[in-house]
C-alpha cells in the first residue's frame, strides 16, 4: 500500500521533473495578506506573482501547503469529525505556472501523474469543466481520450474560479473519482457530479487564469495566462489506500491508535466511539501545526482559533474517559509522523508540547465544572419544556468556565438542545461594553492623579544605553 509520505514526494518529484521548482510551504499564518486569518490554499504563497506585484527566479513551482480552514466561508467546525472528509487541518498539494505554461500542458501534467504515475484505473476517473470551456473540452477528449459523457459542463457557481471582485479569474476543471454505482445518492440513471452525487469525489482543482475581471464586471484576456491546481493530499490518499474515510488513512491511523492504547481500548469500543476519536485526530494535527507557526492560545483571531480547537478535542477526550492532559501525546505523533518532512515540528517539539499541555491543564481545571452545569441546566430546561440554553447561561460557560461558544453549541446538541445565539451575542457586548467604560474611568483617574503630582518629566534612554541610574520620587499606592 502506498504511504501519504510516498505520494507527497512522487507529486514534487513529477513536477521538479518537469521543470517546476520545489518551494517550501508557507506557515499557516500569511505573511502578504492581512485579510487571511489563515493560509488556506497552496496559492496564498504566490498571490502577488499572479497579480504582477512580484517577481521570483522561477516561473514555474510545486509545493505541498500546510493549509487551515476553520474560519470565513470555510467555517465548518461541526463537521469535523462526523464527516469523513471534512479538516481543520490539511495539505494542499499544488503545481503552478506564472505566465509559463497553460491549459494544455496543466491538462496532460494530471493526467500522466495520476495515470502513469500513480497508475489509477483511468476508467473511473471524471473532469467537470466550465460549461463555456470548449477548449478544456477538447484537451480532455484528445489528452486523455475521455469520452464525452465523461467529461460534464457545470456553470459559474463550482467551475470558475475568481480572486475577487476584480482581478485574475477564470475557469477550472476538477477531476473525480468513480467511488461505484453502490455509493449513488442521487438515483438518477445520469448520475453525475452535477447532481452533488456521493458517487463521485472530487480531488484536484486545476485553475485556468486568463481572464482580468474588472470592476464593471467585464473580462479581458489575461496577456500571460497562469495555472494553479490544487489537491488534498488527505483526500487522494484515501483513494490510493482504497478506504472509505481520510481517518482510515496512514495520515490519522497512528493518532488515533496511540489515542487508543493511552485509554486502553479495544478496536470495536474506538468503533462506536468513532466521532471523538476522529475529532481528537483531526485537531491534534491542526494545534501541532499551529504553534509550531508561532500561534498560541488566547483569546482573539487565530490565538481563538487555537484555543477553541484544543479546548474542543480536550472536551472529546473527556468525554473518552481521560480525567488529565492527554493532547501532548498525540501531538507527539504528529511530529514523529510528519516531522521528517516538516523539520520545524522536530526543531519545535519541547515547546509545541509543553504549550499544549499548559492550556489543556488551565482548561481542565473548569471543564468538569462547567459540563455539570450544563448537564444541570439541561435538566432544568426539560423540566420547563425548553431545548433552549439562554443566552446569558452560555454567556457564563464561557465567562466564568472557558467555554468557548462552539464548544458549548457542540455539547449542547448531544443534548438536544440549542443556544439562544442572539442572546449570547447580546449578553457578550454588554460584558464588553462594560468592561471599555471600567477602561476609560481607570485611564482617566490614573492620568488625573499623575497632573496633580505635577511630577517632572523623564528623559527615555533606553536607546543610548543596557543600564541607567534614576531616583524613585513617589509611589501609588492601592492602583
Known amino acids: 500500500m502506498i504511504g501519504s509520505a510516498e505520494i507527497r514526494s512522487r507529486f514534487l518529484n513529477f513536477f521538479h521533473s518537469r521543470g517546476h521548482t520545489i518551494v517550501s510551504s508557507s506557515p499557516l499564518v500569511p505573511g502578504n495578506d492581512p485579510t487571511l486569518l489563515f493560509t488556506n490554499a497552496g496559492m496564498v504563497q504566490f498571490k502577488d506573482l499572479f497579480l504582477g506585484l512580484e517577481t521570483r527566479p522561477y516561473r514555474r513551482a510545486v509545493t505541498s501547503q500546510k493549509c ?11 463537521s469535523v469529525g462526523p464527516s469523513p472528509r471534512h479538516h481543520t487541518f490539511f495539505e494542499m498539494l499544488g503545481n503552478f505556472s506564472f505566465g509559463d505554461y497553460f491549459k494544455e500542458e496543466a491538462i496532460d501534467a494530471a493526467w500522466t501523474f495520476l495515470t502513469d504515475d500513480l497508475k489509477m484505473d483511468a476508467t473511473r476517473l471524471l473532469v467537470t469543466i466550465y460549461e463555456d470551456d470548449d477548449e478544456a473540452f477538447d484537451l480532455w477528449r484528445r489528452i486523455a481520450g475521455l469520452e464525452p459523457e465523461r467529461i460534464v459542463r457545470l456553470g459559474k457557481k463550482t467551475n470558475f474560479w475568481e480572486m475577487g471582485e476584480i482581478g485574475p479569474c477564470g475557469p477550472c476543471s476538477e477531476v473525480h473519482w468513480d467511488r ?3 455509493t449513488c445518492s442521487c438515483g438518477r440513471p445520469d448520475c453525475s457530479p452535477a447532481y452533488d ?6 480531488f484536484w482543482n486545476l485553475v485556468f487564469m486568463q481572464y482580468e475581471q474588472h470592476q464593471d464586471g467585464t473580462m479581458t484576456p489575461l496577456p500571460r495566462p497562469s495555472i494553479d491546481t490544487g489537491m488534498g493530499l488527505e483526500r487522494i490518499t484515501a483513494i490510493l489506500q482504497g478506504v472509505e474515510s481520510n481517518y482510515d488513512t496512514d495520515l490519522f491511523t497512528p493518532i488515533m491508535a496511540r489515542t487508543r492504547e493511552l485509554l486502553g481500548h479495544d478496536e470495536a469500543t474506538m468503533r462506536e466511539n ?12 491542526a494545534i501541532t501545526f499551529l504553534i509550531a507557526d508561532g500561534v498560541l ?3 482573539e483571531g487565530r490565538n481563538y482559533v487555537l484555543r477553541l480547537i484544543l479546548r474542543r478535542a480536550a472536551r472529546f477526550g473527556k468525554r473518552l474517559g481521560f480525567e488529565g492532559p492527554f493532547l501532548a501525546h498525540t501531538a507527539q505523533v504528529v511530529i514523529d509522523t510528519m516531522g521528517d518532512h516538516y523539520v520545524e515540528l522536530r526543531e519545535r517539539q ?4 509543553q504549550a499544549i499541555t499548559q492550556e489543556e491543564e488551565r482548561f481542565l481545571t473548569t471543564l468538569s465544572t462547567g459540563l455539570a452545569r450544563l448537564e444541570g441546566l439541561a435538566d432544568r430546561l426539560r423540566q420547563e419544556g425548553s431545548s433552549v440554553i439562554p443566552g446569558d447561561e452560555a454567556f457564563r460557560l464561557y465567562d466564568t468556565y472557558g467555554f468557548p461558544p462552539e464548544l458549548t453549541r457542540d455539547a449542547a446538541a448531544e443534548l438536544g438542545l440549542t443556544i439562544d445565539e442572539t442572546g449570547f451575542v447580546a449578553a457578550l457586548e454588554d460584558q464588553r461594553r462594560r468592561a471599555r467604560s471600567v477602561q476609560r474611568f481607570t485611564v482617566q483617574a490614573e492620568a488625573e492623579l499623575y497632573r496633580q503630582m505635577e511630577l517632572p518629566s523623564n528623559a527615555f534612554l533606553g536607546y543610548e544605553g543596557h543600564r541607567a ?4 520620587i513617589a509611589l501609588v499606592r492601592d492602583g
Open 274 to 285: 468513532q466521532v471523538p476519536y476522529r475529532v481528537i485526530a483531526d485537531h491534534s494535527r
Open 297 to 299: 492560545p488566547g483569546n
Open 469 to 472: 541610574q534614576g531616583r524613585v
Open 180 to 182: 461505484g454505482p453502490e
Open 68 to 78: 487551515m480552514r476553520v474560519s470565513g466561508k470555510h467555517n465548518d467546525l461541526d
Open 197 to 202: 452525487c456521493d458517487r463521485w469525489l472530487e
Open 350 to 353: 519541547d515547546f509545541i508540547r
